[in-house]
């Protein structure tokens, strides 16, 4: 028996990336490079998490939101969600920005 938890239970972390972190040229590259990000990423996802990198083309949308079953959850009810696989939500946000750095160097250097 898997201990996965079907998706409509699992907390779903959505990235929303501006354009502006690609440079002057970002708009006509964020799409791109979202997918690229998306599949580099592969391995955070987790038994418990999805995680979806998004453009973020509505500068009024947050820069990392959080779901579970489609629905938004505020952060203070994902942290209660990553505490409970012993996960500080700061770390967590902190590790999968840190993790897109290098991605958007590479990108930027072989765009």
Do not use: W
């Amino acid at each position: 028996m898997s201990s996965s938890l079907p998706d409509e239970k699992k907390l779903t972390a959505i990235f929303n990336l501006e354009a502006g972190c690609l440079g002057p040229e970002g708009k006509e590259h964020i799409a791109k490079f979202c997918v690229m990000a998306q599949n580099e990423l592969t391995n955070i996802q987790h038994e418990f998490i999805n995680l979806r990198i998004t453009p973020r083309i509505d500068i009024s949308q947050p820069e990392i939101q959080y779901q579970v079953n489609n629905k938004n959850i505020n952060q203070e009810q994902a942290n209660k969600y990553l505490q409970l696989l012993k996960i500080d939500i700061d770390t967590f946000e902190e590790k999968i920005n840190a993790d897109l750095v290098p991605m958007i160097d590479q990108y930027l250097g072989y765009k």
